[in-house]
């Protein structure tokens, strides 16, 4: 069984073993030595080329074209600042909500950056064929309105109408998500993942009521083609006082794959939702990254993480969010003792 239908036969039953799916992006330009915001994530032969590489070193079983939150972003206009260790939008051109319905619906194929994330996959399929999962990327619902209005004027709008506001947001994005997900599966996409990377700051009641049927509706349309992996950044296992569970409803997205971050008590996940949706993570990525981190401690804590998520199958391993890159010695040594310990621990 190659990489890409162990990973596939995870999503709804027992596979032959634990995926191995740590979610990778600055440390397969660190590996490369490859200048993250400058070359990496501008030059699709270049993501195609560390990706391959990276999944070939460690053994891992998918390669993804994810490089940061504003490729959609920038398609309506936002401009984005490359002078950090990651993209960012520059300083004053996010875009106005109050303005948004007098915006004119951007042309995807022109935009620059919607086409390269697009040309890495059509890459990464040539090179790896159906060996390897290939896994595409859309910014989630919320996350695509925080990054396209900024966070804190997200958080701003009017508390009484802020589920109203939302969710006719959303709406408005939905068809232009939809639209540049086709275009990756059409590239030679076998996953679509989501970044939700803001979900947890809102809490159940207002996902709810603003996000999810629309996310729903995002997911409903992908699935028609292929799985949606839908990655959740952030503590989303609260309850609020009226009973709406964070893990339930974001469980209910519609999604075949959850990533789950280490916030997040996995027992309690697998528990709740694991019969429902696959889940992905959750090992600890500030122990990962931590300088002074043993191999003792690593080696507990993934094969914690792997003894509570594999029984009964539809279970990946991964980190809680992305595998961090630096300090490089030590990052590089965890990733490599997470892979020997699946081996050891992953089978069936």
Same mark, same amino acid.
């Given at each position: ?29 660190? &590996? ?20 391959? $590489? ?45 303005? /948004? ?47 396209? /209005? ?10 009484? $109408? ?6 006719? &947001? ?46 729903? $509706? ?30 339930? &409803? ?99």
């Amino acid at each position: 069984m190659n990489s890409r239908d162990l990973t596939m036969s995870a999503i709804s039953g027992i596979p032959e073993k634990v995926p191995f799916n740590p979610f990778i992006m600055h440390l397969a330009a660190v &590996l490369n030595d490859i200048d993250y915001s400058g070359k990496y994530v501008k030059d699709p032969e270049i993501l195609a080329n560390s990706q391959i $590489k990276c999944s070939e070193f460690f053994g891992i079983d998918h390669v993804n074209v994810s490089t940061d939150a504003y490729r959609e972003a920038s398609a309506w206009g936002v401009e984005i600042d490359f002078s950090g260790h990651t993209p960012v939008p520059k300083k004053g051109t996010e875009l106005n909500w109050q303005e /948004f319905d007098n915006m004119e619906t951007p042309d995807l194929t022109s935009s620059d950056r919607i086409m390269e994330r697009v040309k890495a996959i059509s890459i990464l399929s040539k090179k790896v064929g159906t060996k390897q999962c290939i896994i595409g990327w859309i910014e989630a619902p919320f996350a695509e309105i925080v990054s396209l /209005f900024g966070m804190m004027n997200v958080f701003k709008i009017n508390n009484k $109408k802020w589920n109203d506001i939302i969710k006719k &947001l959303i709406k408005r994005i939905v068809p232009v998500q939809l639209e540049f997900a086709k275009l990756q599966i059409e590239a030679g996409a076998d996953i679509i993942g989501a970044g939700d990377s803001a979900i947890s700051q809102i809490g159940p009641w207002r996902y709810k009521e603003a996000c999810l049927e629309y996310t729903q $509706k995002l997911f409903k349309d992908i699935q028609k083609y292929v799985p949606v992996l839908y990655h959740t950044c952030g503590d989303n296992s609260t309850i609020d006082k009226n009973g709406n569970d964070m893990l339930k &409803l974001i469980a209910k997205s519609g999604a075949s794959i959850l990533d789950i971050d280490y916030q997040v008590n996995l027992k309690l996940a697998k528990q709740k939702i694991g019969n429902e949706i696959c889940i992905r993570g959750n090992s600890n990525t500030s122990l990962l990254g931590k300088r002074d981190s043993t191999p003792e401690e690593i080696i507990n804590d993934v094969s914690n993480i792997l003894e509570i998520g594999k029984p009964g199958g539809m279970y990946m391993f991964a980190a809680g969010c992305e595998w961090p890159w630096e300090p490089k010695d030590i990052c590089i040594r965890n990733l490599s003792i997470a892979k020997t310990i699946c081996e050891k621990l992953g089978y069936y």
